[in-house]
């Protein structure tokens, strides 16, 4: 049966490494070692940054599971897992977590011997499955595990995608014909080739998908040659790797445009440009580098006069996001870079004046405009007023 | 003009019996039952008899007032019974106490309990207390009514007759009055029973509630608790208003021979101390009646400035380590417990005696998020109301039981199916006011009752470690043996390994975790024996734990995990020391749960 569409060139050969680890803990059993699993730790004191690279990459650290009393309930899960998804990849099968999370539990169901191991909830079972994936250091994806990807709805009248199908058949999609629908990558971009009809000018991503329709709608698209794309908050990763796609395959600007929020600028902005600590192994194919901040930036809210509001202690997200933001200004490797100094300033801005502004609040300068908010956007874009 | 009128004690607490514990239906039961037990106990141990009670509770009809029930209450008791002429002062007069201000730790000290509970009945049920009384000199019992004058405050008895009974001497006692049953719960009244059972080794109780079957705890003590010498008060508790009181009980003495006689620790050193901290050498030899208020008050600014010897501590006695451990199994049938009586100690110029016992029941129907089931003595009687502000309530919540291996939550009571039962005994215990149901929290008497339930908690916590080990090596053992199998067969699989490839594994995997397990038993085996040390020392005190025999020395813990073996011998320890009649007496049935025979 053929196999999908490869989202990398892969170094290696999936079960074959599995069959490897499996050989090595057994021969280490059989001689009363301690096996020992290792695996990238992904967390931010591990993360290294580089403005070159442009994405968060994984340090030295490894979180080592040694067996033991304690930890022979993972490592017997980890194993029971792992059969499940070989098995997937051998006949080409492919599930989300979730699905996966019921066929353990109907194949425990299904053997006595099994029951030690079911789980809890799904919780538990995704984190074995995050687990392999970072032992074996491979992306959920090529585990024939996807998950249910959101956002990433783009319009544009110059783009083409052509889609290559796992018989080999091609699939040519004019985003022009779409209509007023939008154009939605599924979770595995990389499997597609971009072609511009036109030149197109400029990629704008916006934080909400709501607005991205609205400027569409309202021609945005027609009287420029570009690409809209709505990321709908904090950019899976089908969205991201979408954007990289766009990024390495068209080579136009890339612009975001967001609240000014300090959960925004952390949490959306910066996972689309470099990634996350969480996702260390994948985010060189999952990143787009090259974004850079339209708004709403500090001098936006100065010089259209918008409206905006203090933050709230009371309010969870942004009262943790200010506060994780002191943190990040110290401690996160994006944010310490002197190339990224711009956007630190912001933060520290954020800091101190404990504001928000939302993106929506540009269609306040003029309300009898109905495409003001589009002009603003093209004004700071030919003024380079972005970081 | 509006005549002003000048009322009897009696008419004060008719109008007021709230404040002496007669505030609601519930509080009225308990309250009397408390009196008369009290009152019984006190007469027994004064004469030096064990005491024998009986006790019967039960509702016989609707009460006079809405939402109460009819409730009769009798008790009896052995006691060296009441002569003919006291009885009408005794039931009914107000303030005519054998011990008022005496400065002994019995139990009644003012003489209001048993009047109050009789004028009750009165108000209630239009009859005051029906008495049967016996004493050695009496030929024949003598059974009579005995109401409260209201107005003149004294006993009216009524309906005199003299009948045979069944012993050579006691005192009975008959209240009808307004009331409701509440049997559990912190203000009910078997919770009363078992607090009074706990810490009255020596007295035997038989008890009926309503339709239940007669119930009947043995004694576990044969010793007479010796109730100390009365002792004087210290000068440094008075003020200034009690001290001139005070005064007047001493008639035309001397004010040096008063001070020297109507307080302790003061000497002819200490009344030198006093004039050159004051005192007007002029007054030592006047009669005190005839000193001024304000020459008392020299006197007595004089008296506080100068340091006094703290006082003695002898006048408190104390319920004893062992008899409270053998005390404890009368309640039910226990995990385990641990003891604790502290050395007499000063708190605010005080002779106080602290005594704690913390026990874990087996049966005890308590979930581990309900608080811990909490009794409280005051001079051996229990307190049960108003819990929260208590002295004793404040020292448990100060401390932190999760140390010890109990749940708690922050600044309450910790949660389990555990007992605790703290004594306080000193001859001037302060109450918080007139119905005596809880104690004044002074930082000294908080501080010193920590004490007490931190040394408890540490005993407590040796038997708590022990189980958690077990629970700890269970599940390791476990663990081996549910997840070894299914891992080596995943592994083989994926590797498509040969069935002798399997074996080899899964013997290696057995051989690394069995050394995890070797070091859990360790651990195991290093609770158990800090705990059998601190079972051996308790043993030479007096404190037997039933489980374990520990004079035979036979003892195997077993290397791996087995059950241990060795003869028990409970019964005969037991039977040792309690007197024949083991019929209630919980430790024997308390039989080892572990199988004997030798393993081979």
């Known amino acids: 049966m053929a ?20 050989e090595r803990m057994l021969k280490d059993l059989e001689n009363s070692k301690r096996p020992v699993l290792e695996a990238v730790k992904t967390s931010l004191d591990n ?341 | 003009m509006s005549k002003i009128t000048k009322s009897s004690t009696a008419e004060y607490f008719a109008k007021n019996l709230q404040q002496v514990g007669f505030s609601s239906p519930l509080k009225a039961v308990l309250t009397t039952l408390k009196e008369a037990v009290d009152n019984s106990l006190d007469a027994c141990e004064q004469a030096g008899i064990l005491p024998d009670l009986l006790i019967e509770v039960s509702k016989i009809g609707n009460g006079s007032t809405k939402n109460t029930d009819l409730i009769r209450i009798v008790v009896e008791d052995n006691g060296p019974g009441i002569e003919a002429d006291d009885i009408a002062k005794v039931y009914g007069e107000y303030l005519a ?180 901290a004051g005192l007007p050498k002029s007054l030592l030899e006047k009669s005190i009646t005839s000193i001024s208020d304000e020459e008392f008050k020299k006197v007595f600014s004089a008296i506080q400035n100068t340091n006094l010897m703290a006082p003695s501590t002898k006048s408190v006695l104390t319920v004893g380590e062992e008899s409270l451990s053998k005390s404890i199994t009368r309640l039910g049938e226990i995990d385990f417990f641990a003891v604790v009586t502290r050395k007499p100690t000063i708190c605010d110029f005080k002779p106080v005696v602290v005594e704690v016992a913390l026990a874990r029941f087996k049966d005890r129907n308590q979930s581990t998020d309900t608080s811990v089931t909490l009794l409280r003595f005051a001079n051996r009687v229990p307190l049960q109301f108003d819990k929260s502000g208590c002295a004793i309530t404040w020292a448990i919540e100060s401390v932190n039981w999760k140390s010890y291996g109990l749940q708690q939550s922050k600044d309450s009571l910790p949660n389990g199916p555990y007992i605790f039962a703290v004594s306080i005994v000193s001859p001037f215990i302060k109450f918080k006011n007139a119905s005596k149901e809880t104690i004044d929290a002074s930082d000294e008497l908080v501080a010193e009752i920590r004490l007490a339930l931190i040394q408890a908690g540490q005993k407590l916590s040796r038997h708590i470690k022990k189980e958690v080990k077990e629970a700890d090596l269970e599940r390791k053992l476990a663990h081996i043996e549910q997840f070894g199998p299914i891992l080596v067969e995943g592994l083989a699989r994926i590797v498509g390994a040969p069935e002798s490839r399997k074996k080899k594994a899964e013997e290696g995997l057995k051989k690394l975790l069995g050394r995890e397990s070797e070091e859990a038993i360790a651990d195991l085996e290093a609770a158990e024996s800090k705990l059998l040390e601190q079972k051996r020392k308790e043993k030479k005190m007096g404190i037997e734990h039933d489980d374990i025999d520990l004079e035979d020395e036979d003892f195997d813990f077993g290397g791996d995990g087995e059950e241990s073996q060795g003869t028990r011998k409970t019964t005969t320890t037991t039977a040792k020391t309690t007197t024949a009649k083991t019929t209630t007496a919980k430790t024997t049935t308390t039989t080892a749960k572990k199988t004997t025979g030798k393993k081979s």
């Not at chain 1, 929020?261 to 952390?266: E, I, P, R, V, W």
């Not at chain 2, 730790?105 to 003489?111: A, V």
């Not at chain 2, 009910?188 to 020596?202: D, K, Q, W």
């Open chain 1, 3 to 22: 196999k999908f569409a490869s989202i990398r060139e892969l170094k290696i050969d999936i079960p074959k490494e599995a069959k490897i680890l499996a």
């Open chain 1, 47 to 387: 993360s290294l940054y580089n403005s070159k690279v442009g994405y968060l990459t994984p340090g030295d650290k490894i979180v080592r599971t040694e067996l033991n009393v304690s930890s022979v309930q993972k490592l017997a899960r980890v194993v029971f897992v792992l059969e499940i998804l070989l098995r997937n990849l051998d006949i080409g099968s492919v599930n989300t977590k979730r699905e996966l999370y019921y066929m353990c539990k109907g194949l425990i169901k299904g053997n006595k011997s099994l029951k030690p191991l079911d789980f809890e909830d799904q919780s538990e079972s995704d984190s074995i499955i995050d687990f392999i994936g970072d032992m074996l250091e491979v992306y959920r994806e090529e585990l024939n595990c996807f998950a249910n990807d959101r956002g990433g709805q783009t319009y544009s009248q110059q783009l083409v995608v052509t889609e290559t199908l796992q018989d080999g058949d091609k699939a040519i999609i004019d985003l022009s014909t779409l209509g007023t629908s939008p154009f939605q990558p599924k979770n595995k971009p990389q499997s597609l080739k971009l072609k511009a009809k036109k030149k197109i000018d400029f990629c704008l991503i916006v934080e909400s998908e709501g607005t991205a329709n609205t400027l569409v709608s309202m021609g945005f698209t027609k009287r420029n040659n570009c690409i809209v794309m709505g990321a709908q908050g904090v950019p899976s990763n089908g969205v991201r790797g979408w954007a990289k796609l766009i990024q390495d395959q068209l080579d136009v600007p890339m612009y975001f445009f967001g609240d000014l929020d300090a959960y925004t600028l952390q949490n959306i902005y910066r996972t689309l440009k470099a990634g996350s600590a969480a996702s260390l192994i994948r985010n060189a194919d999952f990143s787009a580098p090259n974004v850079k901040f339209l708004g709403v930036l500090p001098e936006d809210v100065k010089k259209y006069d918008l409206p905006h509001y203090k933050v709230r202690e009371s309010d969870p997200v942004e009262a943790r996001a200010l506060k994780k933001a002191k943190d990040a200004l110290e401690g996160d490797p994006f944010f310490a870079d002197k190339k990224n100094k711009n956007l630190a300033d912001i933060l520290r801005w954020l800091i101190k004046e404990k504001i928000r502004c939302e993106q929506q609040s540009f269609f306040s300068v003029d309300p009898n405009d109905p495409i003001k908010t589009e002009k603003l956007i093209l004004e700071k874009i030919k003024k380079g007023i972005y970081v």
């Open chain 2, 97 to 276: 106490s054998s011990k008022f201000g005496r400065g002994q730790c019995s139990r009644g000290q003012q003489g209001i309990g048993i009047s109050a509970a009789t004028t009750w009945a009165q108000m209630t049920n239009a009859r005051g207390v029906s008495v049967t009384s016996k004493t050695t000199r009496m030929r024949k019992a003598l059974s009579a009514q005995v109401d409260v004058d209201i107005k003149t405050n004294t006993g009216i008895v009524k309906n005199k007759e003299t009948h045979d009974w069944d012993r050579e001497h006691g005192t009975r006692v008959e209240f009808i009055s307004d009331g409701r049953i509440q049997l559990n719960g912190d203000g009910g009244l078997l919770t009363y029973i078992e607090g009074t059972i706990l810490v009255n080794p020596h007295m035997t109780i038989t008890y009926k509630f309503n339709e239940a079957d007669y119930v009947t705890i043995t004694r576990v003590s044969n010793e007479i608790p010796r109730i100390p010498e009365a002792t004087l008060p210290h000068p440094h508790t008075f003020k200034l208003g009690e001290f001139i009181t005070h005064a007047t009980l001493f008639g035309k003495v001397t004010l040096s021979k008063f001070l020297k006689t109507g307080f302790s620790r003061i000497s002819d050193q200490s009344i030198s101390d006093f004039v050159k």
